[in-house]
């Protein structure tokens, strides 16, 4: 390892230190070791970890099918369900769905270890390029989808499954959304997320349009015209903002930017990070961000958060893998001040906070922690350039039951609606579910169409 200089610094690493560090979370499984896990499952028939899946995909199935040795046939039940399965398997927070309802998840035993079964099954099916479906022949309607996310490839799948011609308008240069550029790189290593993407898209039916964006580019208004339905499912495009003196110093960063540029980077190597970084926020993202620094090289790595442990959004397997990789946690602080020295970042003070009649407040007394590197992770919102037709509530598009939004003819899902969960599960289901109500719309039109004919 070598010497850690003061300032961001790229290239912390030996080469060999990179790939340790940067090496799959949670390796699949050999075949004898899911042979094992899957005959921990009770097949329970009224399946607790069904039911707290978002995307209900038949779990107790999908595992009896691992253990009679039929693991194409376990990818097809998952698949049916949730066409990203393979990525949920490596990013889904099981410790708090499926795998908290495991009747098996006592003080006693640890819960069958569905998130890594459903790799396995998911993997094979992947790796072998194994198509399970086929679409029904052509409608002759199209549908454009906004956004190549999880729930915009979820939804366009299931679109194109039933028969429509789908078009996806991507911002970006390539399709994957947060899997693409939101995730920790030791969780989806080996450019998963693109063999993902390409497996969906195998299907047939789909076109992506990369490098179009909604606002810039096209409109809604356009789309509707050009299109028989819309799918918006654009995620939150902004971030905010540190909005204390000093936030605009060189060194501060918002975490989701570094992230994103260390999932693109030709190679770790190349990503510069400081010796000494603090990280704001309390969710995923500030977890994935903070233990990525310190995996880089940085010598202390500090994840500040205004409220306590019990009010963190990221789970508490992440915050206990941030500890074990040397992050340390502190609760209570708020930040107030950035300083610098030469116009680069040298430490930022804190106000330490309190819940006083229910409300959280300052209570007057500052730290100054020193730091080279600061990671901002305080949330995301909606960018609503281009969505201002749409009505808005709570600061994502407002949708119904089946996603369709305000405006006839616009369906919406995943982060950027109203139920959005921040997790790649739930913005699977809601596309998938909203492109079923899209399908039944567009089967009313065909069928009223053919009546006046």
Known sequence: MRT???????????????????????????????????DRCYFCHDAPCMTACPTAIDIPMFIRQISTGNPIGSAKTIFDQNILGGMCARVCPTEQLCEESCVRNTAEERPVEIGRLQRYATDIAIDQGRQFYTPAPSTGRTVAVVGAGPAGLSAAHRLALHGHLVTIYEAREKAGGLNEYGIAAYKTPNDFAQREVDYILSLGNIDVLDGQMLGRDFTLAELQVKHDAVFIGAGLGNVNMLNIPGAQINGVMDAVEFISHLRQADSKADVPVGRDVVVIGGGMTAIDAAVQAKLLGAENVTICYRRGKEHMNASTFEQDLAASKGVHIRHWLQPKDVAHHHGHVSAITFEYTHIEDGIMKGTGHKTEIKTDQILVAIGQKLDGYGLEDLRVEGGKIAIDAEGRTSITGIWAGGDCATGGQDLTVSAVAMGRDAAESINQSLAMQMAGASAVA
């Open 4 to 38: 850690l200089e003061p300032g961001l610094k790229a290239g912390r690493l030996d080469a060999a230190d990179y790939q340790r560090n940067f090496a799959d979370l949670h390796p699949r499984l050999g075949e004898h070791e899911a042979l094992v896990a899957s």
